[in-house]
């Protein structure tokens, strides 16, 4: 059972290129999220999917792409990379989104430089 | 809009001192919950509070969400350098959409 995981580890872009950050988890968790962390500013809810085939945008959406076509994945793509959007990603899993002891499993993060 | 205010930032204490972390809004959360998290690695789950002036312990940890559920605090009793790690609260929001908001976390560093 190897939880949440990421890939890449590290990532270095430059201005104008795209990508696609990997998330899969095999804990069967109806929800899935992806999260940016920048110092000071804690962790920035970007998109997030109640289940496979819903995604809905979370507070800082804007230049980052999801999709679910299955329960184990979560592909967060990036259009056209910038500066701005250097940063730690982090993808999160849960069993139910709605429940109050609702524990969010963390991957280890995807460390993104954008030049 | 950040809902969650973390205090202090920053905290750098010796070996054996007690501390104590607070998490405030002026939202209403439906629960909070308080993670940890290690250079290096996602953040883990300590506690999860649900009931206003509920407190909960996790060996020295104390965790207490605030009668109005606005409010928490996580209180470390004679704190070891293991402790070592950024806490973050998050609330859970209430309403038809509801999702989990972090605060900015409290760094928090102690020394042998």
């Known amino acids: 059972n190897a939880g949440v995981t990421q890939t890449p580890k590290f990532q270095v872009l430059k201005t104008g290129q795209s990508m696609t950050l990997q998330c899969a988890q095999d804990?069967?968790?109806?929800?899935m999220s992806w999260y940016r962390q920048d110092p000071g500013m804690g962790l920035r809810l970007i998109h997030y999917?109640?289940?496979?085939?819903?995604?809905d945008q979370g507070e800082v959406p804007n230049g980052y792409n999801v999709s679910r076509s299955t329960t184990e994945d979560f592909p967060l793509r990036l259009l056209s990379a910038a500066p701005s959007q250097t940063s730690v990603y982090f993808c999160?899993?849960?069993?139910?989104?709605?429940?109050?002891?609702?524990?969010?499993?963390f991957g280890p993060g995807t460390r993104l430089t954008v030049l | 809009t950040q809902l969650l205010e973390q205090s202090p930032q920053f905290l750098s204490i010796q070996e054996g001192e007690n501390l104590t972390v607070y998490c405030n809004s002026s939202?209403?959360?439906?629960?909070l919950q308080w993670y940890r998290q290690e250079p290096g690695e996602g953040p883990v789950l300590l506690v999860t509070?649900?009931?206003?002036?509920e407190v909960k312990k996790l060996k020295r940890l104390t965790f207490q969400f605030g009668d109005a559920r606005k409010d928490s605090s996580l209180h470390i009793t004679a704190a070891q350098p293991g402790d070592t790690g950024l806490y973050l609260c998050?609330?859970?929001?209430?309403?038809?959409?509801?999702?989990?908001?972090f605060g900015k976390g409290t760094k928090l560093t102690v020394n042998p």
């Open positions: 999160a899993s849960s069993s139910r989104r709605d429940s109050y002891y609702n524990e969010q499993f």
């Open positions: 939202s209403v959360f439906s629960s």
């Open positions: 998050a609330g859970l929001t209430q309403g038809g959409s509801e999702k989990l908001v």
């Open positions: 509070v649900v009931t206003g002036g």
């Open positions: 999917s109640v289940g496979a085939g819903i995604t």
């Open positions: 804990m069967n968790h109806e929800y």
